[in-house]
């Protein structure tokens, strides 16, 4: 408990947080490399994940292609791509992108594969061309799976952003590396405590806007919960029917996500 | 890829490292998932509380586990415990949120046939719901077996064995080729384990080939 007070009082020492290689920087740092491999990933991830929900060709590109990114090592990626093209931005982001990528994919391929064909073709039938079926109707219904694959993806990427550290690159992993080479167990855990406390904290935030997302009166009434006691069904339901009835003034959208 | 030809000796012992550190993890999260999501799936708080738990210690980035471990458990820093007990942590963490859903998507019709020829709660379980919610645990193990081998990686950084060292040690003498031999052997890796465990999936359930091939569960990949 010894290493704990004298993190916790490092931690809590404003003399530690300033300069450039403060704890504020690091979390800087940290963030940049969270934030931008997060947005690339996306970038690649959602276009391809909403085509081939779509069309419903390429499936077995999704899950071939997951497995494949999942299994490349990024320590390994991240270290090559430093030796390849020096440091910079461009190493971390790609290496931490094998993380962020097979998440997104799934999860917006996912959401759209699972979109209620019904509703699906009641959108056709009315005689919205096939961009607006996906974009009108697809994405939104798929919305809770795309932002809980961008919640894992971050999770993971700002997770592993800590090994950006070892390639010189700064980041929160500064602390936990160089305190386990020098034997200061203390400053290890001020690296391990901040990353944690940063992805606590960014994984509740995305669980809040997955939350939100769920369309129409939301998965709660429609599925089955049985984790859930009566009264938080009952607070949720009316809650979710509220904010739906503010989103959506044409009335109940449609009972589809998951259906 | 040279390296790769000329060091399979070493190659091998590392990957018996690595396979002990990732895989040792997988089989004591199965014993412990297992009965534990099948316990708890019908009680509504244990499961709530189980779900919250299990979300939270997933969301401690491995790196930090490895090293907060200690002051926990009685282990030295930098043991090789702390990773396998990290790992068992995740893996628990991911199967025990899937046992239960994987039993809720077991057919009422199925539950009710199995108690009307005589099964008592605890044999239907185990030999009619566990059976039928495997396909969803097998996805839910290739995911875990091949993240746990990517994290044992990561864990070279602060010193724990296995594939992971010719990343730091190829880096440290700035030899691109040790750390691409060290991308291409853990990557074989991953896909020979996930195959073997895809397999394994499909010997345990031939039913699911009869009835025509079902989609595969993107879903629980993520």
């Not at chain 1, 509740?204 to 998965?219: D, H, K, Q």
């Not at chain 2, 708080?45 to 980035?61: C, D, V, Y």
């Amino acid at each position: 408990m010894n290493f704990l007070q004298q993190a916790l009082s490092y931690i809590f020492t404003a003399a530690n947080w300033g300069g450039p290689a403060g704890l504020a920087a690091r979390i800087g740092e940290h963030l940049q490399y969270t934030v931008v491999a997060v947005l690339v990933s996306a970038l690649i991830a959602v276009p391809i994940g909403m085509l081939i929900g779509h069309t419903g060709r390429g499936t077995f590109l999704v899950v071939t292609g997951v497995n494949a990114l999942r299994a490349l090592p990024t320590l390994g990626v991240l270290l090559l791509g430093v030796l390849l093209w020096g440091l910079g931005l461009v190493p971390p982001t790609v290496a931490l992108m094998l993380l962020g990528i097979p998440p997104l994919l799934a999860g917006t391929y996912a959401g759209i594969a699972n979109v209620d064909r019904a509703v699906v073709d009641a959108a056709r039938s009315m005689g919205m061309t096939e961009s607006r079926v996906l974009l009108r109707v697809e994405v939104p219904n798929a919305l809770p799976l795309i932002l809980g694959g961008l919640r894992t993806a971050t999770l993971q990427i700002v997770a592993t952003a800590t090994i950006a550290a070892y390639a010189s690159l700064g980041g929160l992993g500064r602390y936990l590396i160089d305190g386990i080479k020098v034997r200061q167990f203390y400053l290890a855990l001020v690296g391990a405590l901040m990353v944690t406390a940063l992805a606590l904290i960014l994984d509740a935030a995305l669980a809040f806007a997955v939350w939100t997302s769920v369309p129409g009166t939301g998965r709660l009434r429609r599925m089955p919960q049985p984790l859930l006691g009566d009264e938080v069904v009952l607070e949720s339901g009316t809650l979710a029917q509220a904010t739906s009835a503010a989103r959506y003034e044409r009335g109940d959208p449609s009972p589809t996500v998951e259906g | 890829m040279r390296y790769l030809l000329t060091h399979l000796d070493a190659a091998w012992a590392l990957t018996v490292i690595h396979l002990r550190l990732s895989l040792i993890p997988v089989v004591l999260g199965l014993l412990i998932a297992v009965p534990l999501g099948a316990l708890i799936q019908r009680t509504t708080t244990l499961r709530r509380m189980t779900t919250i738990t299990a979300s939270i210690i997933f969301t401690i980035p491995s790196l930090a586990l490895f090293v907060v471990l200690p002051l926990m458990i009685p282990t030295r820093i930098l043991d090789e415990t702390n990773v396998i007990v990290a790992l068992t942590l995740y893996t628990t963490a991911l199967l025990v949120r899937a046992v239960p859903e994987a039993l809720d998507a077991v057919p009422e019709p199925v539950r009710d046939a199995a108690t009307a020829v005589g099964y008592k709660p605890l044999i239907r379980m185990v030999k009619v719901e566990l059976p039928l919610s495997i396909p969803v645990l097998i996805a839910g193990l290739r995911v875990v077996a091949v993240t746990n081998i990517s994290m044992v990686s990561v864990g070279s950084v602060i010193g724990i064995g296995g594939l992971g060292t010719w990343f730091t040690e190829g880096y440290q003498s700035d030899k691109s080729d040790q750390i691409i031999a060290g991308i291409i052997a853990i990557f074989v890796l991953a896909i020979v384990i996930d195959t073997l465990i895809m397999f394994a999936g499909r010997l345990l359930t031939p039913w699911t080939r009869v009835s025509g091939v079902s989609r595969p569960n993107v879903k629980a990949a993520a």
